[in-house]
């Protein structure tokens, strides 16, 4: 069974930082394409950023520049580096994992506010 859990939402202030970590379990891990979603309200699930099992990525140009995917396959997490944050970066974020033959999965989504 594939279990994936976020932690390191919160609030922060505009232009603050905050790191969201996931951690996936269920030998998934090492074929994976993993990464993160957001879902403000109102709005579709969007991409945020992805990474695959060779370490090529996919992030979205609203975050370019100012978010930063990363994968510690040791340890079966995938973090995502947020900077700069934006009140247009609020958003219910989720982490994915990805593998061909098996499906999507998601974690439950952590919130992250950026609001002075």
């Known amino acids: 069974q594939v279990q994936l859990v976020e932690s390191g939402g919160g609030l922060v202030q505009p232009g603050g930082s905050l790191r969201l970590s996931c951690a996936a379990s269920?030998?998934?891990?090492?074929?994976?394409?993993m990464g993160w979603y957001r879902q403000a309200p109102g709005k579709q699930r969007e991409l945020v950023a992805l990474?695959?099992?060779?370490?090529?990525?996919n992030v979205a140009d609203s975050v370019k520049g100012r978010f930063t995917i990363s994968r510690d396959n040791a340890k079966n997490t995938v973090d995502l580096q947020m900077n700069s944050l934006k009140p247009e970066d609020t958003a219910v974020y989720y982490c994915?994992?990805?593998?061909?033959?098996?499906?999507?999965?998601w974690g439950q989504g952590t919130q992250v506010t950026v609001s002075s």
């Open positions: 994915y994992a990805g593998v061909r033959g098996l499906g999507a999965y």
């Open positions: 269920g030998n998934i891990f090492s074929s994976a394409t």
């Open positions: 990474m695959t099992s060779g370490g090529n990525t």
